[in-house]
């Protein structure tokens, strides 16, 4: 507001009338300045609000980009040479990853500056600086089996971007966009992702079925639908040596690897990989040949287009004192209008990858990647099962089920 001119010697906001002349009441007056001040002190919450959601945004992009240049840094084996070396300068990790000397300068300043490596001398002329990692980052970013190994998450976001313009113009017919579009990014991702827990963890995780892995560990027979490239399969055969485990997935290119990976390992005689539908019993069945002592699912359920199918599948194939133990996203019990990190996290992941992907399969149901615990129960129930139990393993992204009956 601007000030008017003095009128019997007092400044009056301009445009405000002088109460001589107006037949409004005193509570008139105050209560036109009570609705003003409300309307201004909206005015002002929604432009704070807008100037943090401005804020998030552009923060946002940092570490999105820098995600893709630590997948850039992985495709080009640029900390393998790092590492191999102690300490690089730009000419040195160009020669060593056979990329472009100022290429290689300029990634090695910008992993400095986004603190994933260090630099002796940040004052030395830009090709006589040295880099190398600092302590602990290559159990993050090269140690496929350490606990801390995140280099997934990088590749799974270069996957999901790279189908991003099939998946938007998939949005108005519904057809989804099929897994394989996703690339290699995608399925590599998520094998690098779960390969740590499924080689450090899966013992912890088993020893909530203490009378499963007590038969497993004499003989019987695993089937592990949805088992991607391969590495739960390989870790259920490693921590049961006398049982035979059959991996299924409807994925091609997954298949493939996972057969690889068996072959390499020399599990082959114990481990098979099969391209088959898992909610096909009688295909399950003869895979199988056999009553399976343990069905495990992780974190394919929320994918499959008829999950209460798969479950179906997977009891009648179960022998009678066998069990399902099923993987999947720790979300929250029920929807809320703001979510936490892993709400976000899922919610994102369901827009972009998994929604599309699963709409791709079929018609039947379209889930998308939070799957929470009343729904899993649901569709237990409808598959036949009579008991589903939430086990209380410690996971920072994953839910587990027991499914018996």
Same mark, same amino acid.
Do not use: K
């Given at each position: 507001m601007t000030l008017s001119a003095r009128q019997d010697g007092l400044i009056r906001p301009s445009g405000m009338a002088d109460s001589r002349d107006d037949n409004r009441s005193v509570g008139e007056l105050t209560g036109g300045m009570s609705e003003q001040n409300a309307q201004r002190a909206a005015a002002d919450s929604a432009a704070s609000a807008a100037g943090e959601l401005a804020d998030r945004l552009i923060e946002s992009l940092a570490p999105a980009l820098e995600l893709l240049t630590i997948e850039f840094g992985r495709r080009l084996g640029l900390y393998e040479a790092v590492l191999a070396r102690g300490s690089v300068d730009p000419l040195e990790l160009s020669q060593a990853a056979g990329i472009h000397r100022r290429v290689a300068r300029e990634w090695l300043e910008q992993q400095t500056a986004a603190g994933l490596l260090d630099v002796d001398d940040a004052a030395a002329e830009p090709?006589?600086?040295?880099?190398? &990692?600092?302590? !602990?980052?290559?159990?993050?970013? &090269?140690?496929?089996?350490?606990?801390?190994?995140?280099? *997934?998450?990088?590749?799974?976001?270069?996957? +999901?971007?790279?189908?991003?313009?099939?998946?938007?113009?998939?949005?108005?017919? *519904?057809? !989804?966009?099929?897994?394989? +579009?996703?690339?290699?990014?995608?399925?590599? !991702?998520?094998?690098?992702?779960?390969?740590? *827990?499924?080689?450090?963890?899966?013992?912890?995780? &088993?020893?909530?079925?203490?009378?499963? +892995?007590?038969r497993l560990r004499d003989g019987g027979l695993i089937l592990d639908l949805g088992c991607g490239t391969g590495w739960s399969s390989v870790a259920l055969a490693r921590l049961f040596p006398r049982a035979q485990v059959v991996g299924v997935d409807l994925d091609d290119a997954s298949i493939a690897e996972a057969r690889l990976l068996a072959a390499e390992l020399g599990l082959g005689g114990r481990l098979r990989f099969e391209n088959a539908d898992a909610t096909d019993r009688r295909q399950l069945a003869a895979l199988t040949g056999a009553p399976v002592d343990l069905v495990t699912i992780f974190e394919a359920l929320h994918d499959m287009n008829e999950p209460r199918q798969a479950l179906e599948a997977a009891r009648a194939v179960l022998a009678e004192t066998g069990a399902v133990l099923v993987g999947d996203e720790r979300v929250a019990e029920a929807f809320g209008s703001r979510g936490d990190f892993l709400e976000r996290l899922n919610y994102a992941f369901s827009v972009l990858h998994c929604l599309p992907a699963t709409m791709a399969e079929g018609t039947g149901t379209a889930n998308g990647t939070v799957l929470r615990p009343s729904t899993v129960r649901a569709w237990a129930a409808d598959a036949g099962f009579v008991n589903t139990t939430v086990l209380g393993i410690e996971h920072p992204f994953w839910r587990f089920y027991r499914m018996d009956g």
């Open positions: 090709d006589r600086r040295r880099f190398m &990692l600092p302590p !602990g980052h290559a159990a993050v970013l &090269l140690e496929p089996e350490s606990p801390a190994y995140a280099m *997934g998450a990088a590749t799974m976001f270069s996957g +999901t971007a790279s189908a991003f313009e099939a998946v938007v113009a998939a949005a108005a017919t *519904g057809e !989804g966009v099929s897994y394989g +579009t996703f690339g290699a990014g995608v399925r590599h !991702g998520l094998q690098q992702l779960n390969r740590p *827990g499924f080689v450090s963890d899966l013992d912890d995780w &088993l020893a909530w079925m203490p009378d499963i +892995t007590e």
